[in-house]
């Protein structure tokens, strides 16, 4: 549930479970707010309901990289190299994935259809 947590938490957290247990995380990534529209509003204030799924993935891969030029840095997160997987339960994840180059896991038992 990306959309309820900011990019730079999001790095700061997997970045230290990576530095604690290296080689042993993988970060799964949905769009679903997992909530009613007016509280996913809520946990991410200012981006006044704007899709940013792309653009929170490649700031969590930029995160998870070099970081270099970066203004804003998530120093554990540094050279850590998370795996990125995308997670949904329709084809429109699975497009992001796919535009993306990311694995994609399918929740079969959201839409079995």
């Not at 730079?8 to 970060?27: I, K, Q, W």
């Not at 799964?28 to 946990?43: E, I, K, N, Q, W």
């Not at 992001?96 to 259809?113: E, M, R």
């Amino acid at each position: 549930m990306l959309p309820n947590h900011v990019p730079l938490t999001v790095a700061e957290s997997f970045g230290t479970l990576e530095n604690l247990y290296p080689g042993r995380v993988d970060l799964g990534l949905g769009r679903a707010p997992g909530t009613d529209m007016r509280t996913a509003l809520a946990l991410r204030r200012g981006q006044g309901g704007h899709d940013t799924f792309r653009q929170d993935i490649h700031q969590l891969e930029r995160y998870f990289g070099g970081q270099n030029g970066e203004p804003i840095r998530a120093a554990v997160a540094r050279d850590t190299r998370v795996p990125l997987w995308i997670l949904g339960s329709s084809t429109d994840g699975a497009l992001v994935a796919a535009s993306l180059g990311l694995p994609y896991v399918f929740a079969s038992h959201f839409a079995p259809a």
